[in-house]
């Protein structure tokens, strides 16, 4: 076990939480695990315990929501969203932080406030470059889910089509870490407990969320999934400066 008995035990209820979290408001639960998990476990572990645990949330919550899952999207959002990440990869010059963290949370702010986006951004086209823009940023920031999930909810207004579609999308996401950082040898002995104790506990907070979810409208999830993604981006905002 790679924590204390006590980070050990407050990280399966942080897992319960978020999970919870992203089930009702359709996003923000990865955002604010990665941040406490930066604060705990040693720099090599961070992101792949957070992708393990990620994808074994949204693995259980495109699961018990496939119905709502818009798959057209999904489709077209993977395998550019991976282009991304490879055209990131391949960029020499590494951007300054600040400017990195002061862009996407411009980004985010426009899609929550801003002017609803045109057919065009909206359709297979635009759906593709933001596909790219989002697995180039996923490459820079250790959670691009509140990106992914304002792009998602700019094209929906159905609660359970955005928390579906977006947890299926995260997955696909997710799953290459999972991959890479298996190929290159990262030691999982001392955290596979941990993981599969966290993955358990975000479960149950989605089996919660969803409920949840039932019980509010449209526009109520709008108004949270606003807030919540208004805050993620004030964050970054308060880090840039």
Do not use: Y
Not at 121 to 141: K, Y
């Amino acid at each position: 076990m790679g924590v204390d008995n006590i980070w050990f035990a407050l990280l399966i209820a942080l897992s319960f939480l978020t999970s919870l979290l992203s089930a009702v408001a359709g996003a923000g639960g990865g955002a604010v695990l990665i941040a406490v998990l930066a604060s705990v476990l040693p720099s090599h572990a961070i992101i792949p315990v957070h992708g393990f645990v990620q994808m074994g949330s949204n693995v259980g919550r495109s699961v018990l929501t496939w119905r709502h899952i818009d798959w057209p999207t999904v489709f077209w959002f993977v395998p550019f969203g991976l282009a991304g990440t490879l055209v990131g990869s391949l960029v020499l010059l590494q951007l300054p932080q600040h400017w990195l963290q002061l862009s996407i949370a411009s980004f985010l702010l426009f899609l929550t406030w801003g002017p609803a986006l045109p057919k065009l951004v909206l359709g297979r086209i635009g759906l593709a470059l933001g596909a790219v823009l989002c697995g180039f940023i996923s490459l820079f920031v250790g959670a691009s889910g509140p990106v992914v999930a304002s792009f998602i909810k700019a094209r929906f207004d159905q609660r359970h089509t955005v928390v579906a579609t977006f947890a299926a999308v995260m997955t696909m996401q997710h799953a290459p870490k999972a991959i890479v950082f298996s190929a290159q040898g990262f030691v999982f002995e001392q955290w596979w407990l941990l993981i599969i104790c966290m993955i358990i506990a975000g479960l149950l907070g989605t089996l919660i969320g969803l409920r949840w979810l039932k019980t509010i409208s449209n526009q109520h999830f709008d108004r949270l999934f606003k807030w919540v993604i208004t805050l993620l981006a004030l964050r970054l905002l308060w880090t840039a400066f």
